[in-house]
């Protein structure tokens, strides 16, 4: 128990100490506006991707309709402080947000969810362009022209926290009871089920959480970026999204971080090419899954835990 | 009415093809029952009606339980896993990419509850049931000498290795039944004689009730207290080991006509 | 009535052109369990060559379409020569990610080179229209029509009929097995690749004719519409793909003839969610159960 605490203490620390590097660096000019605006990008993608990585990589559930969830959130947190222009009402918009996709990821998941393969990518991905059509034909939601003017509550230090939050919540699932169901519904459906596990209920359970943590970063997208757009949430934000999770490594959380952050940067130093930015980052994009077909990370996984049993292990031998 | 398992009348239907019919059968407490027939008679269907893989056509089978008993037609399979039925399958299907202990625990999840907001905040109480389950899946594995193995990942474990593991993740989940399909396919004499310990160290220290599917005599007729013969879906004999080897009807099946 | 009869021309029409597309991503992945995201993007490529062809060098329709197929042919054997090919012993889901990156590459590389403006496409048949029992039906619709069920029909006879087809069906049911046989796997899969892209460069001339503007993102929507349609049909299978585009087509002008074109696409997935919890392996799919 005393090393739990240990290994739990060691994260906090990095967690607060990356918090105030960027404090730092933000304070002494080092990241400007236009670094720090990358840097809220990166994170919002990273609890996109971490979400999704959660429903294919670990629950082994192809589903390519993340954006919905997404805009799901974002389209609350607009509508909501439009209204309610606090601090205390962009919360709200949060939760409001995460209970709306949890019950349309119920709505999606409990029929789809039986299906395999290409074809729950299919059906997810019909069922969140559902989702976008529907906003943009809403009067509510501003049709295609989207929402303005949204009132920013969220700065970075709000997005830093809520990866922290959300990345939390998901390696805890992950490695615990209920991420041990998860995986064995991924290795073999019909060995986990003579094992007393209900699939339907944690396929279910990994999509829920992916799509409400889906919902926060639409949330903080929309009130970083005060502007949105039904088609900011097409197949294409889906799919951007998905480059994240396999270029990182499906199966690895530590390779989510990693990959949206080469994508972040790689896509900022890119604006300075223009026209060409596309050309390079699909190269790129080719390139790196043909000499790199399971991703940066592969599987592989940041733990303190490991790391501090291997400098033990290290001690023992040389003493 | 000691009969812990009570199958009557059980059919299975593919299309046309009935590849279970009428079969009734029943398994005592602490009793070990083997299942033959030759290749295509029905075993493994059967196996799949009464561990829910999938639903008979008609029939029914009946667990006793301590407070009466409990009808498992139509259940799911997590349920009836839940209720104390636990199988192996006849081309092993260990959970591949993850290590031998995590197998074990997998098959614990149901019989221990931790709430999601515990779990996903780590408060005391999770770590304390985590340690629990551990503890318990490593003592699981120390009796089956895999204790070495906890964290080699089941893909990497050698084929006799797997086909143990597979006994140990269905006793993990405390079942009354075990339904053994096949364990000794693949593996050559010596090995089949010492799972022929491991099985009956496995009747006699857990209390449990094991049906298996076995083509191979030698540990059949050693082991099985009662032999049930399938052939073409359907029930041909059954008895003891001596009088199913004196059934001419069996000896027909197994040799053809000329014999 | 005649509107319905109306709709129903329209709707073939524009099925056809999805049919033809489909047929590409059907025997893709028929072969090699690929969803070749790029496939929409060769049908881009076929409608720019027809555009150039029939610009520049004042090529018939004939010869257009023919060397629209030619070319779409050779770059989707070269798509696959170079991005597929080394990733056929990875994961899936890796391919798939190449497969986009292809199609950002064509898209964008297409507009980087040529402009990203729509441009109208030459009409090289004069429109005619016909009124048959007051439905409206032009020239254009015909030949569509009829060009997209002759290549239907050429091309269940290859499958069906020649070495080539049949070693195609065997490398879809089991590569290994096949090679043991003596098949070239590698050549059956480009073969493959050069017929579904072929098929794609013709669609990309007939629609540049229906529709009569063409940019470089064109691909992007009717090559998901495409792939619905084969999933829609059973994904794998030859006439469930043009099945598969003939629903999507007529589903499409239907919900668009009622008044609900903004919700077009919505009723479309609507359509094939319902039908895969139905049919979980589309149409004409075999629903294969795992065995235990």
């Known amino acids: ?319 | 009415m000691s009969k812990l398992l009570q199958v009557e009348n059980l059919v299975k239907n593919f299309g046309g093809l009935t590849a279970v019919s009428n079969v009734s059968l029943h398994l005592d407490n602490n009793e070990l029952v083997a299942l033959i027939g030759p290749n295509g008679a029905g075993k493994t269907t059967l196996f799949n009606l009464l561990t829910g893989v999938i639903p008979a056509s008609s029939g029914s089978i009946v667990l006793s339980g301590e407070n009466g008993t409990y009808p498992l037609n139509g259940k799911r399979a997590y349920k009836i896993a839940d209720m104390g039925l636990s199988r192996t399958f006849q081309n092993i299907r260990l959970f591949k990419n993850l290590s031998v202990l995590d197998n074990v625990l997998i098959a614990m999840t149901s019989k221990f509850k931790e709430g999601f907001i515990p779990t996903i905040f780590r408060f005391p109480s999770y770590y304390k049931t985590e340690a629990r389950l551990v503890a318990e899946a490593k003592k699981l594995l120390a009796i089956f000498e895999l204790t070495d193995d906890v964290d080699v990942l089941a893909k990497n474990l050698p084929y006799g290795t797997q086909r143990r593991l597979e006994i140990v993740r269905a006793l993990a989940t405390k079942p009354q039944i075990l339904f053994l399909d096949e364990p000794a396919a693949g593996m050559n004499p010596e090995e089949t004689a010492n799972l022929t310990q491991l099985i009956l160290k496995v009747q006699h220290s857990f209390h449990i009730t094991i049906l298996l599917i076995e083509h191979d005599m030698s540990l059949v007729m050693n082991l099985a207290q009662c032999i049930y013969v399938l052939d073409h879906g359907s029930l041909l004999a059954q008895g003891t080991p001596d009088e199913i080897q004196a059934n001419p009807a069996v000896i027909k099946a197994y040799l053809g006509e000329e014999a | 009535m005649e509107t319905f009869f109306q709709q129903i021309i329209n709707g073939l029409s524009l099925g056809s052109i999805y049919a033809l597309l489909a047929l590409g991503y059907t025997m893709v992945y028929g072969i090699i369990k690929l969803i070749n995201f790029a496939h929409g993007d060769i049908y881009m490529l076929g409608a720019f060559w027809g555009y150039y062809v029939i610009n520049v060098w004042h090529f018939n329709f004939i010869s257009a379409l023919l060397s629209a197929m030619l070319v779409g042919a050779a770059s989707g054997v070269i798509i696959e020569y170079f991005a597929y090919r080394p990733l056929r012993r990875s994961p899936r889901i890796t391919a798939l990610i190449t497969a986009i990156g292809v199609s950002f590459l064509l898209e964008n590389g297409m507009s980087y080179l040529f402009s990203s403006n729509t441009r109208d496409f030459p009409q090289i048949i004069k429109q005619v229209n016909y009124h048959i029992g007051g439905v409206l039906i032009s020239n254009i619709q015909i030949l569509i029509l009829v060009t997209a069920c002759v290549l239907m029909v050429l091309l269940q006879l290859i499958i069906k009929k020649t070495k080539m087809g049949r070693a195609m069906r065997a490398v879809s049911v089991d590569p290994d097995a096949a090679e043991l046989v003596g098949i070239n796997i590698n050549w059956t899969i480009s073969f493959t690749f050069a017929l579904g892209s072929a098929l794609a460069g013709a669609a990309g001339v007939l629609i540049g004719l229906y529709y009569n503007s063409i940019d470089p993102l064109m691909g992007m929507t009717p090559g998901i519409k495409a792939f619905v349609a084969a999933v829609l049909g059973g994904i794998g299978s030859v006439p469930g793909a043009s099945v598969g585009g003939f629903i999507i087509g007529i589903l499409e002008t239907f919900v668009q003839s009622i008044g609900l074109s903004a919700y077009k696409d919505a009723v479309v997935y609507f359509v094939l969610i319902v039908i895969l919890l139905i049919l979980p392996a589309g149409i004409f799919g075999k629903n294969t159960k795992e065995k235990v």
Not at chain 1, 40 to 69: D, E, K, P, R, Y
Not at chain 1, 283 to 312: C, N
């Open chain 1, 1 to 319: 128990m005393k090393a739990n605490v240990k290994y739990n203490l060691v994260w906090l620390i990095m967690m607060v100490a990356g918090f105030y590097l960027m404090n730092t660096l933000i304070l002494v000019g080092v990241i400007d506006s236009f670094i720090e605006n990358m840097l809220v990008t990166i994170g919002i993608n990273i609890i996109l991707a971490t979400g999704l990585n959660l429903i294919i990589g670990f629950a082994g559930q192809f589903s390519l309709g993340h954006a919905g969830f997404m805009a799901i959130g974002a389209y609350a947190t607009a509508i909501v402080t439009q209204t309610a222009s606090t601090p205390g009402g962009f919360y709200a918009s949060i939760f409001i947000g995460i209970v709306i996709s949890i019950i349309a990821a119920l709505i999606v998941g409990v029929p789809t969810l039986r299906l395999r393969g290409d074809y729950l990518a299919i059906a997810t991905m019909g069922a969140s362009e559902i989702i976008r059509i529907l906003i943009n034909n809403m009067k509510i939601t501003g049709g295609a022209a989207g929402m303005f003017n949204i009132p920013q509550f969220a700065d970075w230090p709000t997005v830093y926290i809520m990866v922290c939050v959300t990345t939390i919540i998901i390696v805890n699932f992950i490695h615990s009871r209920a991420g041990r169901a998860v995986k064995s519904v991924r290795e073999d459906e019909i060995a986990a089920e003579a094992m007393g596990i209900n699939v339907t209920k944690w396929k279910l359970a990994a999509f829920v959480l992916g799509a409400s943590t889906a919902a926060v970063a639409g949330s903080l997208h929309a009130s970083y970026l005060q502007t949105i757009a039904p088609n900011d949430f097409g197949i294409m934000e889906s799919i951007s999204i998905l480059i994240i999770v396999v270029l990182g490594g499906v199966g690895s959380i530590t390779g989510t971080f990693v990959a949206a952050v080469v994508l972040g940067v790689l896509d900022t130093v890119l604006q300075n090419f223009g026209a060409l930015r596309m050309v390079i980052y699909a190269a790129a994009l080719i390139l790196i899954m043909i000499f790199k077909p399971s991703g940066l990370l592969g599987t592989w996984e940041l733990s303190i835990k490991k790391i501090f049993s291997r400098s033990k292990r290290k001690e023992r031998v040389e003493s």
